[in-house]
């Protein structure tokens, strides 16, 4: 406290900035070495299920790009736990392909990964329910796979049309609403269950209510239609 008193008094522009980069530096480091000990575990479970690929690398120097590349895109998409990692591992399992993914690859098998460990669909499987909706929606009810399907559908469903989104941002919408209801589940929140839509009725407006009203007096009197 005493340096920093000091540094503000003499107004020393160095020392200031030195202090404010030290605190991020300083909070960042256990950061970036719990992410190093997930990819540590990953390493060993992508030299199992790709050992033809991880025996291409040349030197020690490929090794260690290979780590700081894939640490730094967990480190970004905020991948930081071994369930992340073992959730993308069982898609990466089932992958015919017999090289390694990319890291933004095998970082959304991650994230959708955790999506189907919960019960919840991929997102092309909700986009597809999104679409089911717009076509049903009016005219008969739509059967929900479950009660968060039902809540993610019909926000995604309301935010397109209040903000006039295109398919490509319904599709962005729809993997950020699956990370959002991943989240709520994984936190222990029960979900509720849909709410009953109550059927849009017709309601005249204030012109039509007059129209009609001056028909009503026309065939009591047994007026002509052009004499009111």
Not at 9 to 36: F, Y
Not at 131 to 142: A, H, Q, V
Not at 203 to 210: A, L, M, N, V
Request: aromatic residues 8%.
């Amino acid at each position: 406290m005493k340096s920093l008193v000091t540094a503000i008094q003499q107004r020393d522009g160095r020392a200031l900035q030195a202090m404010s980069n030290s605190v991020p530096l300083q909070q960042a480091q256990p950061v970036r070495e719990h992410t190093a000990q997930v990819f540590n575990e990953l390493f060993k479970q992508l030299r199992a299920t790709f050992p033809a690929s991880m025996a291409n690398f040349k030197d020690q120097e490929d090794l260690n790009e290979f780590k700081r590349q894939w640490t730094k895109a967990f480190a970004e998409n905020n991948i930081r736990t071994i369930d992340q990692i073992n959730a993308g591992m069982k898609i990466a399992r089932q992958q015919e392909n017999p090289f390694l993914p990319a890291p933004g690859q095998f970082i959304q098998w991650c994230k959708q990964g955790e999506s189907l460990a919960v019960g919840l669909p991929d997102e092309d499987q909700l986009y597809e329910l999104y679409r089911e909706y717009c076509k049903m929606r009016g005219w008969r009810e739509m059967k929900w796979p479950s009660n968060a399907c039902y809540w993610m559908v019909t926000k995604i469903y309301s935010e397109m049309r209040s903000k006039s989104l295109t398919d490509s941002e319904v599709i962005k919408l729809c993997a950020k609403e699956l990370r959002s209801m991943t989240a709520r589940i994984k936190s222990g929140e029960t979900i509720p269950a849909p709410v009953k839509q109550i059927p849009q009725l017709y309601i005249p407006t204030s012109k039509e209510r007059s129209l009609e009203h001056l028909a009503s007096i026309r065939k009591k009197l047994n007026l002509n239609p052009k004499s009111i």
